[in-house]
């Protein structure tokens, strides 16, 4: 799928009242794929490769606090695997770090860099990309031990050559884009962000949402129905790839 450069960035974001925990039993809950051989990310990744039941969540942004600690809790309560896209400017990573340090540790939760304050990369001098890129890594690597490496996941999936170069100068060999998206990025309702996950959650998707507006927050546990009903395995990038 091809990057959607007119995704909107709410740079004020709503605070999510935190859901009701999910089950344990949900099926993001699986154990980690076994160790075996794994491919190298790609340049460009946009979806999973193979014909697996794995699902990739990939959530970006961070705006709202709340739903940082939401989706955090919901990971220790059910076991799912998700991969964050982080702007480290957010105060909501700074906040949870103490509930999601153990499990990036584990590497249940894996951190990717996703710029310092989240701007069109493309509009900016490589000098203030790179100082965009370096503050987020060590801010990661500060908070969290680790800088995200090799993936980055530009704003509003904008790049290009000169911006991949410059990324992968800091280690981020891997652009990391999606393969569907539950359409948050934008106000939407409960109803919608549940009736989204029905057609986003498939078999080697790389899923786009976002820790921004409060709905998030809600519909977790019916995500992870859905999760469970389709038998898909919730998976991080580096489950996948070596």
């Known amino acids: 799928m091809a990057p959607l450069t007119r995704r909107m960035f709410l740079g004020t974001c709503a605070l999510g009242a935190f859901a009701a925990r999910a089950s344990v039993a949900a099926a993001g809950a699986r154990p980690a794929p076994a160790p075996q051989a794994r491919p190298p990310a790609p340049n460009i990744l946009t979806r999973l490769p193979g014909d697996g039941n794995q699902l990739a969540l990939t959530v ?3 705006c709202s606090t709340a739903d940082v600690t939401a989706l955090g809790r919901f990971c220790a309560d059910t076991g799912t695997r998700m991969t964050f896209f982080v702007n480290g400017i957010n105060p909501s990573w700074t906040v949870n770090a103490g509930l999601l340090r153990p499990m990036v540790a584990s590497g249940q939760i894996q951190m990717g860099n996703h710029t ?39 704003p509003y999936g904008s790049h290009d050559a000169a911006t991949d170069r410059i990324a992968a100068a800091h280690g981020y060999t891997t652009i990391a884009m999606w393969s569907a998206e539950v359409g948050d990025s934008r106000p939407i309702d409960e109803a919608g962000l549940i009736a989204n996950a029905h057609g986003a959650f498939a078999p080697q998707q790389i899923v786009l949402a976002h820790a921004n507006l409060a709905p998030i927050s809600h519909v977790l546990p019916q995500w ?19």
């Open 224 to 242: 992870a129905g859905i999760i469970a009903a389709k038998g898909l395995t919730t998976v991080t990038l580096d489950d996948v790839f070596a």
């Open 60 to 62: 970006d942004d961070g």
């Open 116 to 154: 310092w304050s989240h701007p069109h990369i493309t509009t900016l001098t490589p000098a203030a990309l790179d100082r965009e890129i370096s503050r987020n890594a060590d801010f990661l690597r500060d908070t969290y031990g680790v800088d995200g490496t090799p993936y980055f996941r530009p």
